[in-house]
């Protein structure tokens, strides 16, 4: 299936202002429906766009992607129990090793000044959020701990692209690595610590954002158009 990234754009938008109004509406039991489709959608859109890529990237990043989508299954029905929610968390865990399997694969082995930096401020901002939501985390604080630093190495792999690939690919990939951190950030204070207000719309957002630009990112490695 080939979707043409215009027409993708407007269906994916679509998807995910659907998912949100029925997440913060009555209706939100309908959303074993409506979450699902907008991974299903990219996975699509992947499929269709990414064979140009090499055997390694294509097959990792669709792995990604599928426990990606195993995640959200699992996450929307974390308020019944918290082994939904370690169920999420170790999909998701499973699909950020993978993005950065995919990254470290097109990353320079020599580490930057700038990498090194990326890596220091990333550590505080785990160690900022850890310290914020340990109040309430219980039998989950190792769960959390491990999760918080496999979004960290995500990112810092992503920054690692730096002077690998062309400057669309990196932007856009580690643009979606960052929009990542918010929205894991975004959940975890909005399940741990307090009501985000809209948080249906901001966690999707930015989580769909993150998905989709690191998705693209990819796709642009070697400048082909998708």
């Known amino acids: ?32 429906i409506t979450k699902p489709m907008i991974l299903i959608a990219l996975i699509a859109y992947f499929i269709g766009n ?19 989508l195993l995640g959200d299954i699992f996450l929307i029905f974390d308020h019944g129990s918290n082994l939904y929610f370690i169920s999420g968390l170790v999909s998701f865990l499973f699909a950020h090793i993978l993005y950065t399997i995919v990254f470290l694969q097109q990353s320079s082995r020599k580490k930057s000044l700038g990498s090194w930096l ?12 850890f310290v914020l939501l340990q109040g309430s985390l ?12 496999a979004i960290l190495v995500m990112a810092v792999s992503a ?14 990939v580690f643009l979606g690595a960052l929009f990542f951190m918010a929205s894991d950030t975004l959940l975890a204070i909005d399940k741990f610590m307090f009501d985000v207000p ?27 158009k998708n």
């Open 138 to 149: 219980d039998q989950l604080k190792l769960p959390v701990i491990i999760y918080i630093l």
């Open 50 to 68: 990414g064979k140009h890529l090499t055997k390694s990237t294509y097959y990792l990043t669709l792995s990604a992607l599928f426990f990606s």
């Open 1 to 32: 299936m080939h979707f043409r990234p215009t027409y993708f754009i407007w269906l994916f938008i679509f998807l995910v202002l659907s998912d949100s109004i029925v997440g913060a509406s009555a209706f939100s039991g309908f959303r074993f």
């Open 118 to 129: 990326i890596t220091l401020l990333f550590l505080g901002y785990g160690a900022t959020l």
């Open 159 to 172: 920054y690692g692209r730096r002077e690998k690939v062309n400057a669309i690919s990196f932007n856009l």
């Open 198 to 224: 809209w948080s249906s719309f901001a966690v999707m957002g930015t989580y769909a954002t993150a998905q989709f630009l690191i998705v693209k990112g990819l796709l642009y490695e070697n400048m082909k």
